[in-house]
């Protein structure tokens, strides 16, 4: 009895049929049918019943119900092993969404990388659409990034939220103020990321309810080049916490009281973090108790924004 019948087996049940299980695995359908007589053979019963459906004999829905349980167990220890392969190089590749793959990212990198100093990861810079497109093409093994519009067959779990702050000047009437209103921003000119960044919407959903068309805007495709323009009083930014979290020379980070969204960052997977091997399943560790420690960091911002 060989293992590739037993899936075969399974495959057949699945989706109801020989043609299509033959379609699926890429088999010729006679192969399909020659592998499950003598599996039959090998185990001394019938396991379908002999008519127009496909319905299991009792020794099939035994049988079925068993070695789902071994091609369980055949999948782990699959993996298992995979997890020896340290001395051998391996690839990670990962989407990464701006600011964390600036600012984030290569702290993390430095120190899995000395532990791992066979493997390689590449980092493709997108925002969550594109990153949730990559993942299923494959081009992927996982992102970190905010929560894609259309998630499809993706899992998103959120893992950090930030916060929004306002970046204008040191030049700026505003510079002096601790914190401001989104009637205070009025008639100023924001500088926006592209419209297919989902906070984009969110800001300027809460914008239009506060002032209307009272304000004007620019596009920038580089988020983290915003604070240069910003810097020339060319217009303000309204941007996360963590993209500007360290003193940018000529700027000034202003947090905004009456502007409730807190941006999400995430990990993006196709398939459930236990298949991953452990070097991958550490990195992505790695990157969680990063995230755990950024919160605090706002948490201690917060507090202070608040007495101060």
Same mark, same amino acid.
């Given at each position: 009895?060989?293992?590739?019948?037993?899936?075969?087996?399974?495959?057949?049940?699945?989706?109801?049929?020989?043609?299509?299980?033959?379609?699926?695995?890429?088999?010729?359908?006679?192969?399909?049918?020659?592998?499950?007589?003598?599996?039959?053979?090998?185990?001394?019963?019938?396991?379908?019943?002999?008519?127009?459906?496909?319905?299991?004999?009792?020794?099939?829905?035994?049988?079925?119900?068993?070695?789902?349980?071994?091609?369980?167990?055949?999948?782990?220890?699959?993996? @298992?092993?995979?997890?020896?392969?340290?001395?051998?190089?391996?690839?990670?590749?990962?989407?990464?969404?701006?600011?964390?793959?600036?600012?984030?990212?290569?702290?993390?990198?430095?120190?899995?990388?000395?532990?791992?100093?066979?493997?390689?990861?590449?980092?493709?810079?997108?925002?969550? @659409?594109?990153?949730? $497109?990559?993942?299923?093409?494959?081009?992927?093994?996982?992102?970190?990034?905010?929560?894609?519009?259309?998630?499809?067959? @993706?899992?998103?779990?959120?893992?950090?939220?930030?916060?929004? @702050?306002?970046?204008?000047?040191?030049?700026?009437?505003?510079?002096?103020?601790?914190?401001?209103?989104?009637?205070?921003?009025?008639?100023?000119?924001?500088?926006?990321?592209?419209?297919?960044?989902?906070?984009?919407?969110?800001?300027?959903?809460?914008?239009?309810?506060?002032?209307?068309?009272?304000?004007?805007?620019?596009?920038?495709?580089?988020?983290?080049?915003?604070?240069?323009?910003?810097?020339?009083?060319?217009?303000?930014?309204?941007?996360?916490?963590?993209?500007?979290?360290?003193?940018?020379?000529?700027?000034?980070?202003?947090?905004?009281?009456?502007?409730?969204?807190?941006?999400?960052?995430?990990?993006?997977?196709?398939?459930?973090?236990?298949?991953?091997?452990?070097?991958?399943?550490?990195?992505?560790?790695?990157?969680?108790?990063?995230? $755990?420690?950024?919160?605090?960091?706002?948490?201690?911002?917060?507090?202070?924004?608040?007495?101060?």
């Amino acid at each position: 009895m060989e293992l590739r019948s037993i899936k075969t087996f399974h495959t057949i049940v699945k989706f109801g049929s020989f043609y299509k299980a033959a379609e699926i695995l890429n088999y010729s359908q006679p192969t399909i049918s020659m592998r499950m007589k003598q599996l039959e053979q090998d185990l001394g019963v019938l396991l379908f019943e002999r008519g127009k459906s496909l319905q299991l004999t009792k020794a099939g829905k035994l049988f079925y119900e068993r070695t789902g349980d071994l091609l369980i167990q055949y999948e782990a220890l699959k993996h @298992n092993l995979s997890d020896l392969k340290e001395e051998e190089a391996s690839i990670i590749n990962i989407g990464v969404s701006e600011p964390t793959a600036s600012l984030i990212f290569p702290e993390i990198l430095k120190d899995f990388l000395k532990d791992y100093p066979k493997i390689t990861v590449n980092i493709k810079v997108d925002d969550a @659409n594109t990153c949730s $497109q990559k993942l299923l093409d494959g081009t992927i093994d996982f992102a970190v990034c905010g929560e894609p519009e259309l998630i499809l067959e @993706n899992y998103y779990h959120p893992f950090f939220y930030d916060t929004l @702050n306002v970046i204008i000047s040191d030049q700026h009437p505003l510079a002096e103020k601790k914190a401001v209103h989104l009637s205070d921003l009025a008639e100023e000119r924001f500088i926006f990321t592209p419209a297919n960044c989902p906070i984009r919407l969110h800001i300027e959903q809460h914008l239009h309810r506060e002032l209307g068309n009272r304000y004007k805007k620019m596009e920038l495709t580089s988020s983290m080049s915003h604070e240069y323009y910003v810097r020339e009083n060319i217009g303000i930014s309204i941007f996360t916490s963590t993209a500007h979290s360290k003193p940018f020379n000529g700027t000034k980070v202003i947090p905004i009281l009456n502007l409730d969204i807190t941006p999400p960052i995430g990990l993006l997977t196709n398939q459930k973090e236990d298949h991953f091997d452990r070097a991958t399943k550490d990195l992505i560790a790695r990157i969680t108790k990063r995230f $755990q420690q950024r919160s605090k960091e706002l948490e201690g911002t917060s507090d202070k924004t608040i007495t101060g």
